[in-house]
């Protein structure tokens, strides 16, 4: 592979990233220089790259895995902050909305992160992965390591899961009646 095809590999593995980043570490510029420093690294060691896998999985390990480190160098865990409004969903919305649909979006964005912080780890993951970061499931098998079918079912038991505490929670309400799905 040569170089310039691994920089531009890197280039867009960075941008994807970043949200990853930010997930994890909870801040803009920390979460920038993460992923400078996880390219760096993914250089580095380019030789141990499989070049018959994605390139994306193997970029995300190294990223995931410096934010971690960060983490544990600052003493802090990753439940410990809700994450700010500016990375949620609302946030990419482009349409104007009135100030009232805005708020109200608002407290379903918060409702949404506060029961995806209370997941176990491994589906809180597997959601942000998802959701998030947009993996296919093949992708997320290559992060985690694991066949898809695994990947499916713990999709399936987050969202379940999920399902149940938003329907507890009097500030979430879900779109076109679906609070009424028995899971």
Same mark, same amino acid.
């Given at each position: ?67 971690? @480190?960060?983490? %544990?160098? %600052? ?33 379903? @964005? ?34 985690? @390591? ?7 079912? %713990?999709?399936? %038991? ?26």
């Amino acid at each position: 592979m040569s170089h310039h095809i691994f920089h531009q590999l890197l280039h867009d593995a960075m941008q994807r990233g970043y949200v990853a980043a930010y997930r994890i570490l909870k801040n803009p510029d920390e979460a920038s220089e993460a992923c400078q420093e996880a390219a760096a690294r993914a250089w580095t060691h380019r030789e141990r790259y499989d070049k018959s896998k994605p390139f994306y999985p193997w970029y995300y390990r190294i990223l995931k895995n410096h934010c971690l @480190d960060l983490l %544990r160098q %600052r003493g802090r865990f990753l439940s410990e902050e809700a994450a700010p409004v500016s990375t949620q969903a609302s946030a990419f919305s482009k349409a104007p909305r009135s100030a009232e649909s805005q708020v109200m979006e608002q407290q379903q @964005d918060q409702a949404l992160m506060r029961a995806i912080e209370t997941l176990q780890d491994e589906l809180r993951e597997i959601i942000e992965l998802r959701h998030f970061q947009d993996l296919s499931y093949e992708e997320i098998a290559a992060v985690l @390591d694991c066949p898809t079918g695994t990947v499916m079912s %713990r999709l399936y %038991r987050a969202r379940k899961i999920l399902r149940k505490q938003l329907q507890r929670d009097p500030t979430f309400s879900f779109a076109s009646g679906h609070d009424e799905v028995q899971p």
